[in-house]
């Protein structure tokens, strides 16, 4: 994945309170993320640990690498220091949080394309360690999600790491920028009132819960479809090129992140479809690629009857 090198990056979708320290509550708030506080929560309930093995960081130039870019343990990083380091595509391909900044924009764009006034933008919120949500106190424990709430984002970059050490996801900028674009669909099934049809608690195979997470997977893959075309403020596409290896790698972390694959490889081994809550390895990649190939949001129907087969 490649950014264009004179592309114009716009910080103010970014809220960056790394640093800022927050109330150290390992509770997350509503709006499930691509793993997010469920996966979290399996890892505790079933006594999982850290799992996976990890792809190797060397000298691929996709690899997951040190996520603050330069900032040491504690340090802050103002909106007006993301602002100074993020001013262009460049610096999308050579430093992660500015990949990140590009990535929320380009999606953003393309909501606001697909759905025109009943859009509305949302800030992400990069935190380290804990922050205070709309939905309650949380850590960077819980992963990324979509607070609706406050309709915000909330991620702890360092999670791009844990995906590679713990779950043994391949990585790599495409694999950021499809978390991202689920938890904007998440946003997008809170504007739109799909996350009204889901009942709180509501568990098992073909339940509200595995629907709505599938079908976030699926919006990310239209995003995906488009991401290269998607007009930024300046007229052009800010992204130029992604490759079959990016596709690739997000399906690898797709299979990853499903509950079966979870249940069995990083907690005690017994997978019980009666607590899916995200849906299968399978499915993950399924619906990912249903909204990939077709590139049109009406294809992400898993509220369907039979749609989860």
């Not at 595509?89 to 606001?112: L, P």
């Amino acid at each position: 994945m490649r950014y264009r090198e004179d592309a114009r990056l716009d910080t103010s979708d970014v809220q960056d309170r790394r640093g800022g320290g927050g109330r150290a509550i390992a509770l997350g708030g509503g709006g499930l993320g691509v793993v997010g506080v469920v996966v979290v929560l399996l890892l505790q309930l079933l006594g999982g640990g850290g799992g996976g093995g990890g792809g190797t960081a060397g000298g691929d130039p996709n690899a997951l690498g040190p996520i603050l870019d330069g900032l040491g343990s504690g340090e802050t990083a103002s909106g007006d220091e993301l602002k100074q380091a993020c001013t262009t595509g460049k610096d999308a391909n050579s430093r992660t949080e500015c990949a990140v900044v590009a990535d929320i924009e380009s999606i953003q764009d393309y909501w606001a394309g697909r759905l025109g006034d009943r859009y509305q933008r949302s800030d992400t919120v990069f935190f380290s360690g804990a922050t205070d949500t709309g939905c309650g106190s949380a850590t960077s424990g819980v992963g990324p999600f979509y607070c609706p709430a406050d309709r915000l984002v909330y991620i702890d970059l360092s999670f791009y790491d844990e995906l590679r050490t713990k779950f043994g996801a391949e990585g790599g900028l495409f694999v950021d920028a499809y978390v991202l674009a689920h938890e904007y669909g998440h946003h997008v099934q809170d504007l739109l009132g799909t996350d009204g049809r889901v009942q709180q608690g509501d568990t098992g195979p073909t339940s509200g819960s595995v629907r709505l997470e599938l079908q976030a997977d699926c919006y990310a893959g239209t995003w995906a479809k488009h991401a290269t075309t998607v007009p930024s403020d300046g007229g052009a596409p800010l992204i130029e090129q992604i490759t079959q290896d990016d596709v690739d790698r997000a399906l690898d972390t797709a299979g990853r992140i499903g509950d079966d694959f979870i249940q069995r490889e990083l907690g005690n081994g017994t997978v019980d479809e009666q607590s899916f809550t995200h849906g299968t390895s399978a499915q993950r990649r399924q619906w990912f690629t249903t909204g990939y190939e077709a590139g049109d949001p009406n294809r992400c129907d898993t509220f369907a009857r039979g749609a989860l087969g």
